[in-house]
């Protein structure tokens, strides 16, 4: 039998919820893989049942349509979707980012307006950080939004963006005065359907190929200034900063997920498949390996639901998130990695889970701030 962790504390009031989230992602993700990999994303229709069921903006006060959930409602549907071996869907940018900047930074009219069709599906939301030339340098980013009247006009590009093809509403980090490094930089709310955003490719990725991670271009593309989020321009680093914790949790708990699944599946393979007389499993090394695997499960998972609980309490920093993102990513990796090799070459077909997890998390340890950010990060601190 695959190892059986102790339930999660954070999680004990939320069993009901748990087979809601499995029961959608065995019946409307497991079956879709290999179509969504062809097409490079998930059917928009699946925005509109997820949020039949209740499963979009959980962790949004009931006033603008939302679950009125917690974190604690977002972890279990993303640990679910890791548990499915799911990678397409882009779930956790629309719920756990995306929702929670309109939330915070969003004027009341615009949360109105906008959050009740996150809940609804009727929108699916982006957010676009990363340029062409820009990465985790954020204070540096190109696109420009300048103030005419009652209206931004943007010009500028985006890529690697996360629900790219399909989102209706992208929070989108623009320069609002060049000249002023990170205090010049704002987000602003941009409906896709003004004249002058265009979406450019679905990219072809190493792993994740369902997930419509895409280009968008900004060619004098009008909003109102009512769409900037927050009171004034010029905060929207310290937005970004500010919201970046819970994005980086949202990875630790896929990747922690994803660890789990991976030992889970080769203990149930190393012990069904047979090689010289008698299961893989039996051999010694399969064994050390496998200990080792499960061990960094373990750690893993009580580190995760450590800052999970200090994130419900509101106390989770910025350190604390870096090193949650920093472990869970690079451990997953290794793990998987080694999981992998006790498939021999059915690990390296994509027929088999192990092989698109080792593809797909790989992504883990570059998005949201590299390992090599998470540790710079880290040691300022010390």
């Given at each position: ?21 499995r029961s ?34 959980l ?7 939302g679950?009125?959930g ?7 549907l ?13 779930v ?18 615009k949360?109105?307006?906008?959050l009740?069709?996150?809940a ?24 420009r ?11 500028g ?9 399909l ?5 989108l980090?623009?320069?609002?005065d060049?000249d002023?490094?990170?205090?010049g ?11 002058g ?11 994740l ?42 990875i ?14 080769t ?6 498949r ?34 999970i609980?200090?994130?419900l ?43 698109r ?9 570059i998005?949201?701030?590299?390992s ?11």
């Amino acid at each position: 039998m695959p190892l059986q962790l102790p339930k999660s504390a954070w999680a004990g009031e939320l069993d009901d919820f748990r087979e809601l989230a499995r029961s959608f992602c065995q019946k409307e993700l497991v079956p879709n893989q290999e179509r969504w990999t062809e097409q490079k994303q998930v059917d928009r229709e699946l925005w509109n049942k997820a949020g039949e069921v209740g499963l979009l903006a959980l962790s949004i006060p009931e006033e603008y349509g939302g679950g009125g959930g917690t974190f604690a409602h977002e972890a279990v549907l993303y640990e679910e979707q890791a548990r499915s071996g799911d990678g397409a869907w882009g779930v956790s940018v629309h719920n756990g980012i995306v929702a929670h900047y309109l939330l915070h930074y969003a004027s009341e009219e615009k949360k109105k307006e906008w959050l009740p069709k996150f809940a609804s599906g009727e929108m699916v939301g982006a957010i676009g950080m990363t340029e062409p030339g820009t990465g985790s340098d954020l204070q540096n980013i190109k696109t420009r939004a300048v103030r005419d009247g009652d209206y931004y006009v943007i010009n500028g590009a985006k890529t690697f963006i996360t629900n790219g093809a399909l989102a209706d509403l992208v929070v989108l980090a623009v320069k609002t005065d060049p000249d002023a490094g990170a205090q010049g930089v704002s987000l602003i709310g941009v409906p896709t359907d003004t004249p002058g955003f265009r979406r450019g490719r679905v990219l072809d990725k190493v792993g994740l190929k369902g997930q419509d991670t895409a280009e968008l271009f900004f060619d004098d593309v009008r909003v109102p200034a009512a769409n900037l989020l927050g009171e004034q321009e010029g905060q929207g680093f310290v937005q970004m900063m500010l919201q970046l914790p819970q994005e980086r949790l949202i990875i630790a708990v896929t990747a922690v997920a994803a660890l789990q699944g991976a030992v889970d599946m080769t203990i149930d393979y190393t012990k069904d498949r047979t090689a010289f007389g008698r299961p893989v499993f039996n051999f010694q090394n399969t064994k050390f390996k496998l200990a080792e695997a499960a061990t960094e499960a373990a750690v893993s998972r009580a580190f995760l639901d450590q800052c999970i609980e200090r994130h419900l309490k509101g106390e989770l920093d910025v350190q604390g998130a870096a090193m949650a993102k920093l472990w869970t990513t690079e451990r997953v990796n290794k793990v998987v990695d080694d999981c992998l090799q006790l498939f021999g070459g059915y690990g390296y077909m994509t027929e088999y889970p192990i092989a698109r997890a080792w593809t797909d998390l790989r992504i883990s340890r570059i998005f949201g701030g590299t390992s090599e950010i998470m540790k710079e990060i880290i040691s300022r601190t010390l």
